[in-house]
């Protein structure tokens, strides 16, 4: 049988075609006889089976409970990695036993869950390890470390970042002279540092494991999301200043990691697919002016965005942060913290969307994305006899200018399209979500009563 296989095949064309234009020998007759028959006579169970294995492969990985990812450096080059590794390895290896049992390499671990890795990834994945952590932690961590120069000091520091949100937990460093870590190539740097950096953050470990466990498992009240990011920055001094900054804010203002991504990313895409990480709603950019960095005291010039549009908030805000050297922190100006307290209130979940703005049949409300609103949302008021319904159409940020009638500048906010009660609306009527569900029955019940 001469059966030539077309260029374009369809599915089904493509299973058997080969097959059909093979040479007519006896051994190939029978695999072909045997390969129908199977499709014929066992398509059902066949069909269950693939579907059994597909489910299996693409159920979410049980979660181990702890990452440790390499280190992260900032600043010096691979020669310096190359310099420094042995004493590197030796501090990663105790930050291994101080927060994890039973550790192996992460690509056998992913191995043993059925995950495919591409050549990249393996070696991406060898250089991390995981296992079951010495803390209770309710979701997976990541263990990022740190080391970063600032003036004539090197910062060890270690970032507790949860892997699913990739909000960062917890944060902790220790400074040592730069001059301990500045040996000629092949000879191994000062020992009695590395103990002392290791003496300082084991003593630090307790508390930033109890400071994860509480900042993971806690609900927050507001929709205050910081990020901190170091704008147009030319030296590593300025990326180790605005890591310092992060961990003195964090106690305050939660905030998404912004250190180790490119391993944090790999892990969570790993554990939970495509599920969407959480998203700042306030960003910080602080610029630290390039320098010279001799320290104590730092100049910095702040500015803030709102994260949905990237819409600057207010104008730039100059300071000064003093290095605590006996205190191993960056101590922050209340005037920054006051702002960020106050723009952290500005976004409670309890104060519903406001009317700030009404154009016909539109209103605009002085509560939109990083609220929580989304398009299409239902929203529903009722006081006496007006009840009013709109839903969101859109969203505009702090280029319109409005303001509340508090008087308070909006930031960003949502549009929504009036459905009911167009001429009943009032500025400063504030709407929540219609506790109605869709589709309603039909004839439409009137959720709530009277609505």
Not at 351 to 379: C, F, H, K, N, S
């Amino acid at each position: 049988m001469n059966t030539v296989m077309p260029k374009f095949c369809t599915k089904h064309q493509i299973s058997t075609q080969p097959y059909i234009a093979m040479e007519n020998s006896f051994w190939k007759q029978v695999f072909l006889i045997f390969f129908l028959r199977l499709l014929s006579h066992a398509a059902r169970p066949l069909t269950v089976s693939l579907l059994l294995s597909q489910a299996l492969w693409s159920a979410p990985l049980a979660a181990a409970e702890a990452f440790l990812l390499p280190w992260h450096i900032i600043g010096w080059d691979a020669e310096f990695s190359v310099r420094h590794r042995e004493p590197l390895q030796a501090l990663s290896k105790e930050l291994e036993s101080a927060w994890m049992t039973n550790p192996q390499d992460t690509d056998s671990w992913l191995s043993t869950q059925q995950k495919q890795l591409s050549s990249n990834q393996k070696l991406r994945a060898k250089t991390m390890r995981v296992g079951p952590s010495r803390d209770p932690f309710a979701k997976p961590v990541s263990i990022v470390p740190i080391l970063c120069p600032l003036a004539d000091k090197a910062v060890f520091a270690v970032q507790i970042v949860d892997v699913e949100s990739q909000r960062l937990l917890a944060g902790a460093q220790v400074m040592v002279p730069q001059k301990a870590w500045a040996a000629p190539l092949r000879k191994t740097p000062n020992a009695a540092k590395i103990d002392e950096i290791l003496l300082t953050l084991k003593n630090k470990r307790d508390t930033l494991a109890n400071d994860a466990n509480r900042i993971q498992t806690e609900t927050l009240p507001h929709a205050f999301k910081l990020q901190i990011v170091t704008e147009a920055a030319r030296h590593a001094d300025e990326e180790c200043l605005s890591l310092l900054a992060s961990h003195e804010l964090l106690s305050a203002h939660p905030q998404i990691a912004s250190q180790g991504n490119l391993y944090s990313s790999f892990i969570r895409e790993q554990l939970f697919g495509d599920k969407q990480a959480l998203r700042a709603t306030r960003t910080l950019k602080l610029n630290w002016g390039h320098g010279p960095f001799k320290g104590p005291n730092y100049l910095y010039t702040a500015t803030w965005n709102e994260s949905v549009f990237a819409g600057g908030l207010s104008k730039a805000l100059k300071g000064q942060a003093e290095l605590k050297q006996d205190e191993q922190r960056l101590q922050i100006p209340e005037e920054l913290r006051s702002i960020l307290t106050k723009t952290q209130a500005a976004l409670q979940l309890s104060d519903l969307p406001q009317v700030v703005r009404i154009d016909r049949a539109w209103a605009y409300l002085d509560r939109g994305r990083a609220y929580g609103l989304e398009m299409d949302d239902r929203l529903y008021f009722k006081d006496g006899d007006r009840v009013i319904k709109a839903h969101v159409v859109g969203f505009y940020g702090p280029a319109l200018r409005l303001k509340n009638p508090e008087g308070q500048e909006v930031q960003e906010g949502a549009i929504v399209y009036v459905r009911k009660g167009q001429k009943l609306l009032r500025v400063g009527d504030r709407f929540g979500f219609d506790p109605t569900r869709f589709p309603t029955a039909w004839p439409p019940v009137t959720q709530p009563a009277g609505g």
